[in-house]
């Protein structure tokens, strides 16, 4: 076991050195270095009005980090504004989202909750701008402050889709808020076994096997699409905190109507739901790297004509081989869900491919405001800097961030 335990070990230090090398090589390649970061970015804890550098930016960041992160400004939502999570952001370069964008942006605010929560303080946002046909696509912080995605799309005809979940403690949130727009779910799609992806949905599975649940519990979770590895394999190279949630979600699953049930539907699945179509892109990759998120489903979405590409943690190495798998003129995207929460996935190529108009960031407060060193191989969360300059040279226009609460889109 101590042999084994030292072999992962030094696969996962191997793996670590290999991702920041190359996010490092996109970066420094003559791809995307020395040029200017345009000020693109907000979030919930911005630096306050004119401030000269935003919340990641400071003196630990590489030379050729700093000239690309160089003249950012950004307000703050407890800054000079005094209008707390409502806070605007400047934008010179392309039209970020902001909790309280203006009205000619098409962007609304209300800091009621999504009908599910009394007493929540969560606001919501709405941008009506997308042309989704009288869908609507909802990406749900609730009261989470951690990363999760959580995402339901309701098409023309009121059919609803839940795209994983998110955490256990989104469990009720989630329920109520299914459970306010007629309590069944046509689709509930599953990209991988994380806990804060399907920990929502393997606690709704339990509650309603239990005497006495919550009314809002009573909910019907409809078709569950999903494609997981091998218990085994996760159990060989995935850290083991994680494998209690994995085994957890498999069973949950396992006791659940078969007729409902689709593990590993084949690439090219498809099914619709008035003016929303759902495309199964992949079955899971067996990558003894990042087995977990390497190992993540994606789907393409279709609303009313735009597309929405969701890929769930996708790292480096599995986005390279959908690419191979599918061909990159197939990942074309209107709107895409920043893989792995924005940080450590994906990478410059892949988010060229999709080349979408507006991004959805499943981010919390702390991840989008990280401010560690772009390159710093033992941090995860290095490449969040990263990825906000690639959403704005490949010319985003709109970046929603969970950071700041609710979001709908129409």
Request: hydrophobic share 35%; aromatic share 8%; net charge negative.
């Amino acid at each position: 076991m101590k042999k084994k335990a030292l072999a992962v070990a030094l696969l996962l230090s191997g793996t670590l050195a290999f991702h920041g090398q190359a996010f490092a090589d996109e970066y420094s390649n003559g791809t995307i270095q020395g040029e200017a970061l345009p000020n693109v970015v907000h979030g919930v804890n911005q630096q306050a009005s004119g401030s000269p550098k935003a919340p990641w930016q400071d003196a630990s960041l590489t030379q050729a980090a700093q000239a690309a992160n160089a003249g950012n400004t950004g307000n703050s939502g407890n800054g000079n504004n005094g209008t707390g999570s409502n806070a605007s952001v400047s934008n010179s370069s392309s039209n970020a989202v902001s909790s309280s964008e203006s009205s000619t942006q098409g962007a609304t605010t209300s800091n009621a909750p999504l009908n599910v929560q009394n007493g929540s303080t969560t606001p919501t946002y709405t941008d009506s701008t997308i042309g989704l046909g009288g869908a609507s696509i909802t990406m749900i912080k609730g009261e989470q402050s951690g990363q999760q995605i959580s995402i339901v799309i309701e098409s023309n005809d009121g059919s609803l889709i839940v795209v994983d979940g998110g955490l256990k403690t989104n469990a009720p949130y989630l329920a109520k808020y299914i459970k306010d727009r007629g309590g069944k779910v046509a689709a509930w799609l599953l990209t991988h076994p994380h806990e804060d992806h399907v920990g929502a949905l393997a606690v709704i599975l339990e509650q309603q096997k239990k005497e006495g649940h919550p009314d809002y519990y009573n909910i019907d979770p409809g078709q569950i699409y999903y494609g997981f590895l091998p218990l085994a394999y996760y159990e060989q190279y995935e850290p083991a905190h994680r494998i209690p949630m994995m085994k957890e979600i498999m069973e949950d699953l396992a006791q659940y109507d078969s007729a409902k049930r689709h593990e590993s539907s084949p690439a090219g699945t498809s099914f619709t739901y008035g003016n929303v179509a759902v495309e199964v892109l992949n079955t899971p990759y067996s990558i003894p790297i990042d087995t977990g998120n390497n190992s993540s489903v994606c789907y393409m979405i279709t609303i009313n004509g735009k597309k929405l590409l969701i890929t769930g943690d996708l790292p480096y190495e599995a986005a390279g081989k959908l690419m191979e798998e599918r061909g990159a003129d197939k990942l074309k995207a209107d709107i895409v869900q920043m893989a792995h929460h924005g940080q450590h996935g994906g990478s410059f190529a892949f988010y060229s491919a999709v080349n979408p108009k507006y991004a959805l960031w499943p981010s919390s407060q702390e991840l989008w405001n990280k401010r560690k060193d772009a390159f710093t191989e033992d941090q995860e969360s290095y490449t969040v800097a990263l990825t906000k300059f690639w959403m704005n040279k490949l010319g985003v226009e709109k970046n929603f961030v969970m950071a700041d609460g609710n979001w709908v889109l129409k």
